[in-house]
């Protein structure tokens, strides 16, 4: 069994940064963050296993990264723009079922989320 919790979201003005911690027990193949806006369908942020994959709305201003001896993986998130408002989730795959980090149907277990807001 895997528990993910995260952490780190709030409040930040156009242009701020934030730095989202998602603290996991158990062991992972793969973790993932995923957002999703009110009325918006869920959305591939980022992910890391051996390398580091980020969706194209976010490369170049958000960094993912792990401390393993913390199991804990981190969104560090900057020159955030409006559009990134969203719940924030980090997701787990267990063990390998595919090659495939991008949707969300792939990961198993997922934290209960954690709010970023931008405002203008």
């Known amino acids: 069994q895997v528990h993910l919790v995260e952490s780190g979201g709030g409040w930040v003005q156009a242009g701020g940064s934030l730095r989202l911690s998602c603290a996991a027990s158990?062991?992972?193949?793969?973790i993932g963050w995923f957002r999703q806006a009110p009325g918006e369908e869920r959305e591939f942020v980022a992910a890391?296993?051996?390398?580091?994959y980020y969706g194209d709305s976010v490369k170049d201003r958000f960094t993912i990264s792990i401390d393993n001896a913390k199991n804990t993986v981190y969104l560090q998130m900057n020159r955030l723009k409006p559009e990134d408002t969203a719940v924030y989730y980090c997701?787990?795959?267990?063990?390998?079922?595919?090659?495939?980090?991008?949707?969300?149907?792939?990961?198993?277990?997922w934290g209960q989320g954690t709010q970023v807001t931008v405002s203008a």
């Open positions: 890391i296993r051996l390398r580091t």
């Open positions: 997701a787990a795959k267990s063990a390998y079922s595919s090659r495939n980090l991008y949707s969300p149907e792939e990961f198993d277990y």
């Open positions: 158990g062991r992972t193949y793969a």
